[in-house]
């Protein structure tokens, strides 16, 4: 969608499920050569049946997109979508891959269509223009790895006579990119070069800033126990005291918790993402570096970055608020440097948060349910869906 909407291609979108809601999608399908549409991509995790369905019912070009979204990595719902019966192809990218869907529709688009094709065009000439930026830095980096102008590879560093002297300090490491510590961040379109960066620093074990629809928050790889040891520690909090999880899909929640009754299904339907973290019974041994009781604290953020962080780590986040324990939370990236200096290893700046509050923490470990932080979320709107189940 954000690929779409960057090159200016008009689009639709519905959700739809093959097997809970078919009248709604033959209902789509049927009116759609009448929109305009000409291409579809569908996505789907799990057994995937949703674009083989909707290639069975239409002659549009379909390509199918398979999420990983479930215990497998995705693979089932790669072999579902790509292996169809003759007859009825659905064109199939990698798993996750859903700007490759996107590229590979606008080229069959542009087939016909001048404006696409350039729009096209100038997509392929903005990576061509990253690749030579990357390799202007590598070359100021390492100017000796710089290829001759005659094509061939550079060997003047090999063959310098130059001898560092013995007691020389080692150099040191390089790894490969340019790690800064405060990045700017769109907070609605957040860069995914800034975001792999972001999920690369957390799965190295490091602790990073970013913006939630509340307060900024530190967050670590809630699956790393020396990350949230290290979590604890810059904030000043004892280990013992658990730490809150943030998610980004409910197929995240199913490996981490039992299933929840009914009115608390639907009171997250309601309110996540949003300021809303639920203490519920976890799953056995997981997550035990995040806590060693029998229950833990998820959230799923109504932040485009944060999410977008969760979404490429493919892992919970162990995080809390960017402030000492205790004290006021951070609402700007420029107050979390204040705090925390380079004890945090990145920090994601999108601006300031709302800064309306944090979230209101409810626990549905048992019945009656226990308000146990009032937050931006009132008691109010918790009543309207648990009703006398509220404590």
Same mark, same amino acid.
């Given at each position: ?19 809970? @809601? ?30 083989? $369905? ?17 215990? %497998? ?21 990698? %798993? ?17 269509d001048a404006d696409i094709a350039e729009k096209i065009k ?78 690369? $620093? ?76 639920? $203490? ?14 029998? @229950? %833990? ?82 008691? $109010? ?11």
């Open positions: 969608m954000k690929r779409l909407e960057a090159l200016e291609v008009p689009f639709e979108m519905c959700i739809a499920s093959a097997h809970r @809601t078919p009248e709604r999608l033959v209902e789509w399908l049927d009116g759609a050569p009448g929109r305009g549409v000409r291409v579809i991509i569908a996505g789907a995790g799990a057994a995937a049946h949703l674009p083989g $369905v909707v290639a069975s019912k239409t002659v549009l070009p379909v390509i199918g997109v398979p999420f990983n979204a479930s215990p %497998i990595g995705g693979t089932d719902a790669l072999f579902s979508i790509v292996q169809m019966p003759p007859g009825i192809p659905v064109a199939t990218v990698g %798993i996750d891959s859903a700007e490759n869907a996107v590229v590979l529709a606008l080229h069959i688009l542009g087939i016909a100038a997509y392929r000439a903005a990576w061509q223009d990253k690749i030579a930026d990357h390799n202007a830095k590598l070359y100021e980096a390492y100017p000796n790895a710089r290829p001759d102008t005659d094509g061939s590879a550079s060997v003047k560093a090999a063959a310098s006579t130059e001898v560092p002297p013995a007691d020389a300090p080692p150099a040191p490491p390089h790894t490969g990119r340019s790690l800064d510590h405060l990045r700017r961040i769109n907070a609605e379109r957040p860069d995914i070069e800034i975001i792999e960066q972001a999920a690369e $620093v957390l799965r190295g074990g490091g602790i990073v800033a970013l913006p939630t629809d509340t307060v900024y928050g530190v967050a670590a790889d809630a699956t790393n126990a020396e990350a949230v040891a290290k979590l604890a520690e810059i904030k000043g909090r004892p280990a013992s005291k658990i730490i809150p999880v943030l998610v980004e899909s409910d197929q995240i929640l199913r490996d981490l918790l039992d299933p929840f009754p009914d009115e608390v299904e639907s009171l997250l339907r309601k309110h996540w993402p949003g300021p809303l973290t639920v $203490v519920a019974p976890k799953s056995a041994d997981v997550l035990c570096a995040v806590t060693t009781e029998e @229950t %833990i604290g998820l959230r799923m953020p109504d932040n485009m970055v944060a999410l977008g962080v969760i979404s490429m780590l493919d892992r919970p986040l162990a995080t809390t608020s960017a402030n000492l324990s205790g004290a006021t939370p951070a609402t700007t990236a420029d107050e979390v440097v204040r705090l925390f200096g380079k004890k945090v290893d990145l920090v994601l700046d999108a601006g300031p948060t709302s800064g309306t509050g944090v979230s209101t923490v409810l626990s549905v470990a048992e019945r009656p349910y226990q308000i146990l932080r009032e937050g931006v979320l009132t008691r $109010v709107a918790l009543a309207e869906i648990l009703g006398e189940a509220l404590a």
